[in-house]
């Protein structure tokens, strides 16, 4: 394997979260001033984002537009971000966005973080229930916070927690 950085080396999105950890406001904030940060057509920055910390109005708002499989691990997540896009390019934003959501992703590992990512989630309702204003679109949910017990998972997603991580070789990668 190629020498990578242990940020990216060491990245991985679980989906045990310790349900007593906090996200403290300076963690949040570094984390939205790493996605400030990333690249994007034109400076552009379409990219949005709502966070709701366990238990507080918005993070409810956030889970109730989850799946309940879902539901049922995110809970334990100290931080949920929305990741929204504007502009009238959806294309590129969304591409933009996914820019800023890797870039807070890589901050929070930075941090001693995890992240996991959802993109299975009702957005018309999540606007709804965020109030987000109308062209904001939300494109993913991320759950934020530090490691928690992987026997307090599910059996199904305690087998996938605590199995080997599984990465395609480059070349099935190169289209050429």
Same mark, same amino acid.
């Given at each position: 394997?190629?020498?990578? @950085?242990? %940020? %990216?080396?060491?990245?991985?999105?679980?989906?045990?979260?310790?349900?007593?950890?906090e996200l403290t406001?300076?963690?949040a904030?570094?984390?939205?001033?790493a996605?400030?940060w990333?690249?994007?057509?034109?400076?552009?920055?379409?990219?949005?984002?709502a966070?709701?910390?366990? &238990?507080?109005?918005?993070?409810?708002?956030?889970?109730?537009?989850l799946?309940d &499989?879902?539901q049922?691990?995110a809970?334990?997540?100290a931080t949920?971000?929305?990741?929204?896009?504007?502009?009238? &390019?959806?294309?590129?934003?969304a591409?933009d966005?996914?820019q800023?959501?890797?870039?807070? @992703?890589?901050?929070? @590992?930075a941090l001693?973080?995890?992240?996991?990512?959802?993109?299975?989630?009702?957005?018309?309702?999540?606007a709804?229930?965020?109030n987000l204003?109308?062209?904001v679109r939300?494109?993913?949910?991320?759950a934020?916070g530090?490691?928690?017990?992987?026997?307090a998972?599910?059996?199904?997603?305690?087998?996938?927690e @605590?199995?080997?991580?599984?990465?395609?070789?480059?070349?099935?990668?190169?289209?050429?």
């Open positions: 394997m190629a020498d990578l @950085t242990p %940020l %990216l080396a060491f990245r991985w999105s679980p989906w045990a979260f310790d349900p007593r950890a406001p300076d963690e904030a570094s984390l939205l001033e996605a400030r990333a690249p994007s057509e034109e400076n552009g920055q379409p990219w949005r984002f966070l709701g910390h366990r &238990d507080d109005e918005n993070w409810k708002r956030i889970m109730v537009s799946p &499989d879902d049922c691990w809970r334990h997540a949920l971000v929305v990741g929204a896009h504007t502009g009238g &390019d959806a294309e590129r934003a591409y966005l996914g800023a959501m890797a870039h807070l @992703t890589l901050q929070a @590992t001693g973080l995890h992240v996991r990512q959802l993109t299975r989630f009702d957005q018309v309702s999540l709804t229930e965020l204003p109308v062209g939300p494109l993913v949910v991320a934020v530090r490691l928690g017990d992987p026997f998972l599910p059996a199904d997603l305690r087998a996938r @605590t199995g080997l991580r599984h990465r395609r070789p480059v070349t099935d990668l190169l289209l050429c």
